[in-house]
């Protein structure tokens, strides 16, 4: 049975949470929506607004008839969560404050598997530190470009330095909740949570960087599978090739499709674009450029890529029947010369190959999910965030 005190956390986790989902609304609106009265709902707004979490805006006026109600916001100022990515070739953080804006962004480019495992977290710690300068934060979940348990990196085809690395232990200085997860599962969420197609109970994202990630949304929930590392597509045999792969095997997918697999068949060693210490965006707006000159080598290596995430992407949809198939990370960047040969190995393998479109979020998908993770527990129990009089 539970206590008036884990009620009241429920009841105001359910306002906090119609007001995230919905937008703005009326304290007679939120009666509605929760089927809590509206004394009940006056009492819940008002501790939401002592805690912060929620402000009033302005007048509502439903009709011509009746007491305009004040219109009642998620306050995004005072509670922020925190993503951090570790990646193959750079680090990236993001802030973002409860009603969703982003407050803060950096990335920079680390030659992650060439360097001690301690070294880049505390190069990712220095960068959460100066994202605390001014934006207050309830937690910190880092994206991981392979499979974790717990807090522990298990698989890392690309960064094996990392397999057996704790990671919330190397940001143990931060005296903050941390959580690490998989970067295409957090990804995902981000697409799930704020992306063009948000809510959409059925989705499949890919991520496209150095390796190949995939996270599968199903009815509306995160799909990890039974140990919580489901999402390697990337080392599927998916498609014929015979190039050695990190993990150690050949003829996984994403030595066909990956951003090594591009820059290989786009420009020669030596090459600009062949350079792990540049920008990887400077890199990708090259790679575009090139292509939209008509460069002969650049367009044929872009065709491939696409047919080969296409034959990839038929079995995704088999397995999966996604209402949509999201492609982030360089996929998006140079989407458009992806995207038609993509759909033509598509369509010769499963039906609406118009399912496949191109995220919005770029390179921020995995940071943004993370800071959407890292906020949660707010959302579960507001009472975890002081009364503003506590600070006085």
Not at 171 to 190: F, I, K, Y
Request: glycine share 14%.
């Amino acid at each position: 049975m539970q206590t008036q005190a884990q009620v009241r956390s429920a009841n105001l986790a359910a306002v906090l949470g119609h007001l995230r989902d919905d937008g703005p609304r009326s304290r007679a609106r939120l009666a509605t929506d929760t089927g809590l009265t509206k004394a009940t709902v006056s009492s819940l707004v008002g501790e939401l607004v002592d805690r912060g979490l929620v402000a009033e805006g302005e007048l509502h006026r439903p009709g011509s008839v009746g007491r305009p109600g004040t219109l009642v916001e998620l306050d995004g100022r005072g509670v922020c969560g925190i993503g951090v990515e570790v990646n193959v070739d750079y680090l990236a953080v993001l802030v973002l404050d409860l009603a969703g804006a982003v407050r803060w962004q950096d990335r920079l480019a680390v030659d992650t598997a060439a360097l001690p495992p301690a070294q880049v977290l505390a190069r990712a710690s220095a960068m959460i530190w100066q994202a605390r300068t001014e934006h207050p934060a309830v937690g910190v979940t880092v994206a991981f470009p392979g499979g974790v348990q717990g807090s522990v990196v298990r698989t890392a085809p690309n960064l094996p330095r990392w397999v057996g690395v704790d990671v919330a232990a190397g940001l143990a200085g931060q005296r903050l909740p941390v959580t690490v997860a998989n970067d295409a599962d957090l990804s995902a969420l981000a697409e799930w949570s704020a992306g063009p197609h948000a809510h959409v109970a059925d989705l499949v994202y890919l991520t496209g960087e150095i390796g190949v990630g995939g996270g599968v949304v199903t009815g509306g929930r995160l799909l990890r599978g039974s140990t919580g590392l489901g999402g390697e597509i990337g080392h599927l045999a998916l498609t014929p090739g015979d190039e050695p792969c990190g993990c150690g095997r050949r003829g996984c997918w994403e030595t066909v499709v990956g951003l090594a697999a591009l820059l290989r068949a786009a420009a020669d060693p030596g090459d600009p674009l062949r350079d792990p210490g540049r920008d990887l965006e400077d890199r990708l707006a090259e790679v575009r450029a090139r292509a939209r000159a008509g460069d002969a080598r650049t367009l044929a290596a872009l065709a491939d890529i696409g047919t080969g995430l296409g034959v990839g992407s038929a079995v995704l949809v088999s397995l999966f029947d996604p209402a949509v198939v999201v492609l982030g990370g360089y996929f998006a960047v140079v989407g458009e010369f992806l995207l038609d040969p993509l759909r033509a190995a598509l369509a010769a393998r499963v039906e609406d190959a118009d399912r496949v479109v191109l995220s919005t979020l770029g390179f921020t998908a995995a940071v943004r999910g993370g800071a959407h993770v890292a906020l949660q527990p707010v959302f579960s129990d507001p009472t975890t965030v002081p009364l503003m009089e506590a600070y006085a």
